[in-house]
């Protein structure tokens, strides 16, 4: 019993202390984060610019279409359907292997795969949060002599994203665990350096472990984070 | 000031307004009154493009507003309007919600609508809720300072879509006062309401709708004491 606790022990010394492979992990896990606030703001912009298209196309006037706003609403449903509609593994291996197959920043290319999938779910998020504000607010600030990007930008935008912060969350943290799968084209980040301490150990289970480990700990952290900026945003609805 | 030729609209197969002609005179108080699905508060809601008329035109000050080229933000800051359900926006500041509209259409700066938001404030005697967020203000609250969020527009016209059916009774009169203190600065106004006591009070002219048509006008004190048709005197005897 003690025996096989302390072979268990060694393993994970052997895994994360010997030869400062901590270290490897660190490095990893700053990449893992990096990917995920960049590709995060990316595919929010992504999804933000998606997400007006797609609602100012649908709430226009009858008899004024404008034809630029049908081709980039095309466009958008395209985006959305394709992106949607792979996997993301495939993805990654596409942007990795076929569009930036020369390219030697991995990270980039990670970071620009992992951008535009999640703006395409973001757009979605979005487009509900926009659809949720009641359509008073807009006539409203239109009423006002607001034109339609004031009236998004300060009246409808703000209280949407109160409305979809807990959907964001869950999109931020699938992001995160998400990076992972970079690892296939290359770019070191935290699953990567599991996987070579693995390979050079010959012992594949305290990396892994630890890595899921330090993942958790990380959507734990950030999960709380989210309670505390929602209950900030919610501060207008006091009475 | 606002005149309207052959205004139809129409929701699918449902004619809600039927080939109205129509003209507001600068300074004058229309009163519409009507039972619910009379077309009224569309009528109302055509006048600034919220609802597109489906044939007709409108013109405002000269401008053909119903022309695709008009430039309808430009007109609209010059209409302000007033709702049921009051839609003041919950995200800002009493302050913000004023000052908003005035500086982002270039009509003042910041320090400009800052100083017309308190002047306006205090005149509908709520200066002290200016850091407050809507949803800490009573309804009749609310309401008031919808309307001064339209005034810092500095518009020609008000229009006023039943803006006191969603209060509690004892709330009604505050908004009303703040309506009649605007009438009698001579602000030209379109009121849609139930309220007969301002239709009469206020008013200098009372439409009846119904059916989508005007069926009758007035001025108030005829309209009440001797209206001409039955349809009409069917609804008084009833709201009266």
């Not at chain 1, 995060?40 to 709430?59: K, N, S």
């Not at chain 1, 020369?102 to 998020?125: F, Q």
């Not at chain 2, 969020?149 to 908004?175: Q, W, Y």
């Not at chain 2, 379109?190 to 069926?215: N, S, Y």
Request: contains cysteine.
């Amino acid at each position: 019993m003690l025996e096989g606790l302390m072979g268990i022990a060694g393993k994970f010394y052997k895994a994360f202390i010997e030869g400062e492979r901590w270290k490897l992990y660190l490095s990893g896990l700053g990449i893992t984060l990096e990917m995920t606030v960049v590709a995060l703001i990316f595919g929010m912009v992504l999804g933000v610019v998606v997400a007006v298209i797609r609602t100012a196309h649908d709430q226009q006037r009858p008899g004024r279409r404008n034809i630029l706003l049908s081709i980039l609403n095309a466009l958008c449903k395209l985006y959305t359907t394709i992106i949607r509609g792979t996997p993301m593994m495939v993805q990654i291996l596409i942007w990795g292997f076929v569009i930036f197959a020369s390219s030697r920043d991995k990270v980039m290319v990670g970071i620009i795969g992992l951008g535009i999938n999640s703006g395409a779910y973001a757009a979605e998020i979005v487009r509900g949060g926009l659809m949720s504000v009641d359509v008073g607010q807009s006539e409203a600030g239109r009423s006002l002599g607001l034109n339609y990007l004031d009236t998004m930008r300060f009246i409808v935008i703000p209280q949407a994203f109160k409305n979809i912060l807990p959907s964001l969350g869950n999109e931020f943290i699938t992001l995160f665990k998400d990076t992972s799968l970079v690892n296939t084209i290359g770019a070191a980040e935290l699953t990567y350096q599991a996987m070579r301490i693995g390979g050079r150990n010959y012992d594949y289970m305290p990396p892994l472990i630890g890595s899921a480990l330090i993942y958790l700990a990380i959507v734990i952290i950030f999960t709380w984070l989210q309670g505390k900026l929602e209950r900030r945003l919610r501060q207008s609805d006091r009475r | 000031m606002i005149d309207v030729k052959a205004l139809s609209k129409s929701f699918g197969d449902h004619l809600v307004l039927d080939s109205i002609d129509q003209h507001i005179y600068p300074g004058e108080k229309v009163v519409i009154i009507g039972p619910s699905g009379s077309g009224k508060s569309t009528f109302l809601r055509c006048l600034n493009l919220l609802e597109e008329p489906s044939a007709g035109t409108i013109t405002f000050d000269g401008q053909v507003i119903t022309d695709p080229k008009a430039d309808i933000d430009k007109i609209r800051q010059q209409m302000g309007m007033v709702f049921q359900h009051f839609n003041l926006f919950p995200n800002m500041t009493i302050r913000r919600n004023i000052t908003l509209a005035p500086v982002r259409t270039k009509l003042m700066s910041q320090a400009e609508a800052d100083d017309t938001a308190t002047a306006l404030l205090k005149r509908v005697g709520l200066e002290e809720k200016a850091d407050a967020y809507p949803a800490q203000l009573s309804g009749g609250q609310k309401q008031r300072i919808a309307i001064v969020r339209a005034l810092a527009m500095k518009p020609k016209v008000m229009l006023f879509d039943e803006p006191t059916s969603a209060l509690d009774p004892e709330m009604v009169g505050e908004v009303l006062e703040v309506m009649k203190e605007l009438a009698q600065e001579g602000m030209t106004m379109v009121v849609v309401t139930h309220e007969m006591g301002f239709a009469r009070e206020v008013g200098t002219r009372v439409l009846f709708m119904d059916g989508g048509k005007i069926l009758e006008e007035n001025e108030p004190h005829a309209f009440f004491s001797d209206p001409k048709e039955q349809r009409t005197r069917d609804f008084l005897s009833k709201v009266l």
